[in-house]
């Protein structure tokens, strides 16, 4: 009786905390549905540099049927709006489903204290939203500041359903730079001329890979170097000798990417919503997942300038095409006839894309300070292998008709059909095993040549590990040339920020590489690239009690089973566990 009592005080306590809280909370209200209008041109192939004199004026859109197409849209919006708060902020937003796919969305690099309930990934803190049916999201912000991004986290839906989430220092205070002119969102995104959610479920039904991407975009336009209207060439107006703000989002679905301004000079000072101290660099790399915060200052003789993106991909197939947006500078002069291009890097430099990466640093400073777990109580030695599953009659299209599948410790992850965090908290069985190993089933060479064949084939299952509440966790992701298909790996961990104490190349060395982790201003990232052919250690505190998805973000490794679920046990009071579920569920 007296405990009923205790329960049900609680109960209404909780719902009065709620309800208080909820008063001063902005909901934003949105709506997922096919969008007809939308037109992007993709007519004709190869590219062809346009001529410039179209630039400056809307010409006469060329319509080709293959280039217009429907496509998954927030509020009819591509990229999706953007959201502006302040750091410490909460919000919600409400989630209608007007299209015809499931559909759900996640909050990208936003640590949700105790609020996996809201976190988004399909299946594994939430049933999807189905159309017809919507579902309130509530964000909860904490020491985020910087940019982060919100997409879709069901399928492949995020290719369209995606945008910026900026988050403000608080009220009243400055940036740890000085404040620039302006700010403008960079997205970068992939095209594809055709439907994502069939090019997806084809794939994955013949075993073969996924079609890859017709174009990329910057804020929804692929730019000049593709033969289709140039009306929509996103443009960049600037003043001469002032310095600008770019939030760079790396939306895209498969490939990392170099980016790059004509002439200009970058200064990176934030990454995945937290400060960096300041790097000076011509280009930057940046993969899918990732956000950097760059300064850029109007210092050439005014005129037309390219930012430039293109691929750093290494294996296989690849969308080599580079998509453009244009710096103009405000004033009177002649424009060029046409703007110069950035010299990117090449799609293979693998050395250009660990050169810039190791740079990153926090800022670790008074007002930003780093907490870095400086020792480790639980270790994770977690191997990342491209690996194929038997095919009847070797009957698929995959090599030597096999299934592409690909593995974390060897294990495939299988999709539940009840989300895990659903099933974690009312204790159903049977829906997901917690034996993720702690470390490879096997040791081999993992970064040699020409690997045995009976290193392809992984266990599947849906397997999740355990941590206790306020552990200190290293994760040491190696890189494996299985299939010969070593690549860069941007693993991301939701519910987190993490720190990268070390890097290299080869097989990780367990007692002569810690000696050099960097434990004093490593960079605090929600997502990294593990570089091909070789390894990243990070390091986090587990006091977010939760249910987080991990999982490469190269949309195809994620759809093939390179993922898995950490779940962080509640502390021992009520301010140190989950929150309760929201009052509405979406059904399975
Ligand atoms: Cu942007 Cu599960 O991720
Ligand atoms: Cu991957």
Redesign the pocket.
Known sequence: MELKKKSLVFLLLNVLIRCIASQNVTTFYWVVSIDTSHVVHIARWPKVLSSFGKLGHRSQSVLHPSGTKDILTVNGEFPGPAIYRHRGERFNVNVRNEGKYNVTI?W??VKQPRNPWSD??NYVTQCPIKPGANFTYEIILSDEEGTL?W?A?SDWS?ATVHGPLIILPEQGKGYPFPQPQNEVPIVLASWFKGDVMEIIETALQNGGEPNQSDAFTINGQPGDLYDCSTEGTFKMMVDYGKTYLLRIINAIMNEEMFFMVANHSLTVVGTDGAYIKPINTSYIMIT??QTMDVLITADQSPSYYYMASRAYAVVGAYDNTTTTAIVQYNGNYTPPSTPPLPNLPNYTDTDAAANFTVRLRSLANEDYPVDVPQTVDTHMYITISMNTLPCVNNSCDGPDGSRLASSLNNISFVEPSIDVLQAYYKGINGVYDTDFPNEPPYYFNFTGDDLPDTLLTPERGTKVKVLDYNSNVEIVFQGTNVMNAAENHPM?L?GYSFYVVGNGTGNFDNSTDPTRYNLVDPPEVN?VGVPKNGWVAIRFRADNPGVW?M?C?LERH?SWGMDTVLIVKNGTTSSTSMLEPPSYLNPC
């Open positions: 996640h990208h690099g988004g990934p991004w997409h986290h995020r899918p997942g991301h939701h997502t998805f999982h973000h994620a």
